[in-house]
């Protein structure tokens, strides 16, 4: 029997490195991706872009009408203006509330019913916007969670929670990734969600600042001029 992998596919950098990690580990791969009230639907379209591309099995998109309703992040409030880059420090007004928290109770609800053993995330603690979702402290709580509150968890060997990319700086992940093959000129970063990134908010920064760090151009399309 093969084993399985939840991989929670945001069609980014970090997510998509995350599913050619996965494979690579001998996992099939069942990705989910989250239509969550953003203010652009790109990233989902990208994440379908690479789930064919990695001739995924089966590619679930989930739709929560939630996040927008709630507003409270740059990324889901219209009234909230997308910033540039963040250097004062702190948690920044794109961070959205208990984001990873719920995709995770869900991307585990799934795993369970499929009997996938693990679930992917690829979040980091490195070169990140600050993101208290993102930490090691939380994965590490999740994982505790999701093995008390479900059947395989009580009944089974469970589940695990992988963050492969928790502790790996922004180069060392496009590194990886690069390594693996990783199709990164289908995933996109930009929080504005054109079809040419910005390059100037916080998520164009930090992915600019890896591939420079990594020695490589990122093939992504940016509006502003830069020297790889």
């Given amino acids: ?36 009230g953003q203010r652009h639907d790109r990233e989902v379209e990208q994440a379908k872009k690479v789930a ?3 001739q995924v ?6 739709d929560i009408n939630f996040f927008n309703q ?11 203006d997308v910033p540039e880059a963040n250097d004062e420090g702190g948690i920044p007004v794109t961070y959205v509330p208990a984001r990873n928290m719920i995709f995770l109770s869900l991307a585990s609800a799934y795993a369970e019913v499929i009997g ?27 994982n505790e969670t999701i093995n008390l509150a479900t059947k395989a968890g009580v009944t089974d060997n469970g589940m695990e929670i992988k963050a492969p990319l928790m502790h790996l700086t922004k180069a060392e992940t496009v590194k990886t990734g690069t390594r693996l093959n990783v199709p990164y000129e289908l995933t996109t970063s930009c929080y ?23 020695g490589a151009k990122d093939p992504v399309p940016y509006k502003i001029d830069i020297e790889w």
């Fill in 116 to 142: 996938a053993e693990a679930i992917y995330i690829g979040v980091s603690s490195v070169d990140y916007s600050g993101y208290p979702d993102c930490r090691p402290e939380f994965i590490k709580s999740m």
């Fill in 70 to 80: 709630i507003g409270g992040s740059a990324l889901t409030d219209d009234t909230i």
């Fill in 57 to 62: 099995k089966d590619h679930r998109i989930v």
């Fill in 1 to 36: 029997m093969t084993k399985k992998a939840v991989v929670v596919l945001s069609g980014g950098l970090d997510s998509t490195t995350c599913m050619g990690i996965a494979k690579n580990e001998g996992y099939d791969l069942y990705p989910i991706t989250f239509s969550y």
């Fill in 52 to 54: 064919e591309h990695y």
């Fill in 192 to 214: 504005n969600g054109e079809e040419e990134a910005c390059g100037v908010c916080d998520s164009c920064q930090l992915r600019i600042k890896g591939f420079k760090e990594a």
